[in-house]
């Protein structure tokens, strides 16, 4: 790949502010998300033991789903922030449509399988006798939200593509606060238990979605973009969707495999890697906030032809995920005697932990210049290739990983071979950005 030309100050300084102007909101949103369910937790768990091991099973089921769809939002952000670049902001909004009507279909499927296959799907899951009946009421309200949910995710990709990431952290904060009051009032206003939890959720989600399809809906009709679903372009969004469902996939698995070989370690080992997990799932909050900023920058740049202006936003995201990654891991390490006992008052847990988490704290350099270039790729439509080297990742990782209790690894060896992960995705990454592939101009790629 052809060298940039040296930046000036100015440069890097402009950049520098769009980047701060939609990660700081991205990463507000992202952070909101996940109190959706320890709001849930929170009110279910004053109902009892065998309320809350319902709702933690069904929880796992509906994030599984819905994370699965996480391309809604990707391939959106990625093709409207082009349109946008190329200047056809009509273009851009019908765009961002046919992923909101892809959604909605997707949504509408989601339902009419989890219905009737929710009491399968639960002991599929090892549900107790007691907790089952609560998992299955749960899951089966809660998957009546499941088509806002992902209007919620594809809308959030319009916007992104628009390089509003504000107005997503607006609807997500209200959504939370709804989500809050609903399940207070519900479970115990109205007595309707964990029922009531679930509807809770469903009608923040639904008005979470009405709001995007609000803000959306004015801009089609500002610009002249028409609302009627489009079959082809329904279609265009569904296939740009398959690779990034295929890299979603590959990279759900090399958790679920993670999880897996914690388990067998013993008990110890597994509370410690839900820690640690729980940990490095905040930590990739920040840095996919970064990458939010670089799907919008990247497409736009490349939709307005500036090839030139695309490696050099590029370049400077990664400088910031370097970075990203050097202050979060020298705040893990600072950081750890104050958060490790709000987990565990376990000494042998501790004592588990620490050595896994220095490994997680050396290693985040390495996961900011992978989520910068996650992001970068994503906003090219260099979807096949992420979903290459995503296959490739797990084809390293599985074995490596499984091998660890064959040969008496522990959890730190478990850790390492996540950072094996990592590096051999910024390898695979890298190469991909160094090749100069990836920088295909034009509203479409």
Not at 22 to 41: I, T
Not at 140 to 166: C, E, F, N, Y
Not at 312 to 331: D, H, K, N, P
Not at 380 to 401: Q, S
Request: hydrophobic fraction near 60%; proline fraction near 4%; aromatic fraction near 6%.
């Amino acid at each position: 790949m052809t060298q940039a030309p040296a930046r000036p100050k100015s440069d890097r300084r402009r950049h520098d502010r769009e980047i701060i102007a939609l990660a700081v909101p991205a990463f507000g949103a992202l952070v909101a998300e996940p109190l959706f369910v320890m709001v849930d937790s929170a009110v279910v768990g004053h109902l009892g033991t065998p309320q809350l091991a319902g709702l933690g099973i069904a929880a796992a089921l509906l994030a599984t789903a819905v994370s699965v769809f996480v391309f809604l939002a990707y391939a959106t952000t990625a093709a409207v922030a082009r349109r946008v670049g190329a200047g056809d902001l009509p273009s851009a909004i019908r765009q961002g449509m046919d992923g909101i009507w892809l959604a909605l279909l997707l949504g509408l499927a989601v339902i009419v399988v989890t219905l009737p296959a929710a009491p399968w799907l639960v002991d599929l899951f090892g549900a107790s006798g007691t907790a089952a009946p609560y998992a299955t009421t749960y899951l089966r309200v809660s998957s009546l939200g499941i088509p806002a949910m992902l209007i919620v995710l594809a809308a959030t990709g319009v916007l992104r593509g628009l390089q509003d990431t504000k107005t997503p952290l607006y609807v997500a904060v209200a959504g939370f606060t709804a989500n809050a009051v609903l399940n207070v009032a519900l479970v115990y206003g109205l007595g309707l238990g964990i029922a009531g939890s679930a509807w809770g959720t469903v009608i923040a989600q639904c008005g979470m979605a009405a709001a995007y399809l609000v803000v959306v809906v004015r801009g089609a009709r500002r610009h002249g973009a028409s609302l009627r679903p489009d079959a082809a372009g329904i279609r265009a969004s569904a296939q740009a969707g398959v690779p990034l469902l295929v890299r979603t996939l590959s990279l759900r698995a090399v958790l679920m495999i993670a999880t897996a070989v914690a388990a067998r370690l013993g008990d110890v080992d597994v509370a410690a890697h839900q820690i640690i997990l729980s940990l490095w799932s905040l930590m990739a909050f920040a840095l996919d906030a970064i990458a939010i900023a670089g799907q919008a920058i990247i497409g736009r740049y490349l939709g307005a032809g500036d090839a030139d202006g695309a490696r050099r936003a590029c370049r400077r995201m990664v400088e910031w995920g370097i970075a990203s990654g050097l202050v979060l891991g020298v705040l893990i390490v600072l950081a750890r005697p104050l958060f490790i006992p709000l987990f565990t008052s376990d000494s042998t847990v501790r004592n588990a932990l620490l050595p896994a988490l220095l490994v997680v704290a050396l290693t985040q350099p390495i996961a900011g210049v992978v989520f910068v270039l996650d992001g970068v790729l994503m906003g090219a439509g260099d979807g096949p290739y992420l979903a290459g080297a995503m296959v490739v990742t797990l084809a390293v990782f599985a074995p490596v990983a499984l091998l660890i209790p064959l040969l008496d690894g522990g959890l730190t060896a478990l850790w390492w071979a996540m950072g094996l992960m990592m590096t051999v995705r910024m390898l695979t990454l890298g190469l991909r950005m160094r090749s100069g592939r990836w920088v295909v101009t034009g509203a479409t790629r």
